[in-house]
Nanobody, 124 residues
Framework: QVQLVESGGGLVQAGGSLRLSCAAS????????MDWFRQAPGKEREFVAA????????YYADSVKGRFTITSDRAKNTAYLQMNSLKPEDTAVYYC?????????????????WGQGTQVTVSS
């Protein structure tokens, strides 16, 4: 089993920054990449960013490219999402997810492992 725990959400004004963390535990992650998704009320799940644990290559949704940065610390089994220049439309619950079958999924595929989510609210 794999456990994912997010932290770092909160309330911020437009233009501000937040850093989310996703700590993974339960088994080694050599074959798992890490993705971030978000879901706003009444909307479908939206892919945000993904990172390969091996090699560190990244992938971003167009809506966050240039504003968000995903990184990882393998020694800590933790992935981070640095969010800058936040906009009210970034308001959502943010989730980290992992599944060896998927990376940067845009089709709503059923990832095996999800965190509990962390709320990000951006005020205008």
């Amino acid at each position: 089993q794999v456990q994912l725990v997010e932290s770092g959400g909160g309330l911020v004004q437009a233009g501000g920054s937040l850093r989310l963390s996703c700590a993974a535990s339960g088994r080694t992650f050599s074959s798992y990449d890490m993705d971030w998704f978000r879901q706003a009320p009444g909307k479908e799940r939206e892919f945000v960013a993904a990172i390969r644990w091996t090699g560190g290559s990244t992938y971003y949704a167009d809506s966050v490219k240039g504003r968000f940065t995903i990184t990882s610390d393998r020694a800590k089994n933790t992935a981070y999402l640095q969010m800058n220049s936040l906009k009210p439309e970034d308001t959502a619950v943010y989730y980290c997810a992992a599944d060896p079958r998927y990376f940067g999924d845009l089709r709503g595929s059923p990832y095996d492992y999800w965190g509990q989510g962390t709320q990000v609210t951006v005020s205008s």
